[in-house]
């Protein structure tokens, strides 16, 4: 019953997350283009940065690490296909074949059986979207338009929508943690103390 939930939960992540990527690209931009050329175009998504990284591409290694992770085949690019997959295209979970989530086991260390949902993410997401903009998506009557014909077959191979929002999580980490060490600031935890409060505002 909460199938529909999971996947829009997905959506949104997969919005969110690009949101860090053009936010990591605008302070790529900031830091290290803006200040070797002051007239450079204001950069604020990541396609941008590739736009001009064609003609000149990255010398320094947050640069290099951004750009080899967001070619076609790489993971940043293919964050970014799911996103426009879900925001301009179809929902995830009828983009291509139409999801289910699936009950399966895992098996623990001292051999435990735990309970656990699948909740399959379609493959190549770029390849389904040029589908459905050209019309070939809807030219199969069996895939475009029938009921529970277009069933995804093989949910046990199939990416799990979590297991992938982790992965990615880890990997956006890595990336901020690397663009970071471009920044002219130092990094510090803000530290809140009575001078910083405003108001009738209690400190404890």
Same mark, same amino acid.
């Given at each position: 019953?909460?199938?529909?939930?999971?996947?829009?939960?997905?959506? *949104?992540?997969?919005?969110?997350?690009?949101?860090?990527?053009?936010?990591?690209?605008?302070?790529?931009?900031?830091?290290?283009?803006?200040?070797?050329?002051?007239?450079?175009?204001?950069?604020?998504?990541? !396609?941008?940065?590739?736009?001009?990284?064609?003609?000149q591409?990255?010398?320094?290694?947050?640069?290099?690490?951004?750009r080899?992770?967001?070619? *076609?085949?790489?993971?940043?690019?293919?964050?970014?296909a799911?996103?426009?997959?879900?925001?301009?295209?179809?929902?995830?979970? !009828?983009?291509?074949?139409?999801?289910f989530?699936?009950?399966?086991?895992?098996?623990?260390?001292?051999?435990?059986?735990?309970?656990?949902?699948?909740?399959?993410?379609?493959?190549?997401?770029?390849?389904?979207?040029?589908?459905?903009?050209?019309?070939?998506?809807?030219?199969?009557?069996?895939?475009?338009?029938?009921?529970?014909? !277009?069933?995804?077959?093989?949910?046990? !191979?199939?990416?799990? *929508?979590?297991?992938?929002?982790?992965?990615?999580?880890?990997?956006?980490?890595?990336?901020?943690? *690397?663009?970071?060490?471009?920044?002219?600031i130092?990094?510090?935890?803000?530290?809140?103390?009575q001078?910083?409060?405003?108001?009738?505002i209690?400190?404890?």
């Amino acid at each position: 019953g909460y199938t529909s939930l999971c996947y829009l939960a997905l959506q *949104s992540f997969l919005v969110d997350a690009c949101v860090l990527r053009d936010y990591l690209s605008e302070f790529y931009y900031e830091t290290i283009i803006k200040i070797a050329d002051p007239d450079a175009s204001k950069i604020t998504t990541l !396609n941008g940065l590739l736009k001009r990284w064609k003609q000149q591409p990255p010398t320094d290694p947050a640069g290099k690490e951004l750009r080899a992770s967001a070619q *076609s085949g790489q993971w940043l690019f293919e964050l970014g296909a799911y996103r426009d997959l879900v925001v301009h295209v179809a929902p995830l979970s !009828n983009a291509g074949r139409t999801l289910f989530a699936v009950t399966r086991t895992i098996e623990m260390p001292h051999g435990e059986l735990l309970p656990a949902i699948n909740l399959p993410l379609p493959g190549n997401p770029a390849d389904l979207t040029k589908e459905r903009v050209t019309g070939r998506y809807f030219q199969d009557p069996d895939l475009g338009f029938a009921r529970l014909k !277009n069933i995804i077959e093989n949910t046990a !191979n199939s990416r799990d *929508s979590l297991e992938y929002a982790h992965l990615c999580m880890q990997q956006l980490g890595a990336i901020a943690s *690397s663009i970071s060490k471009i920044s002219p600031i130092p990094p510090e935890v803000p530290l809140i103390t009575q001078k910083d409060v405003i108001g009738d505002i209690k400190f404890s």
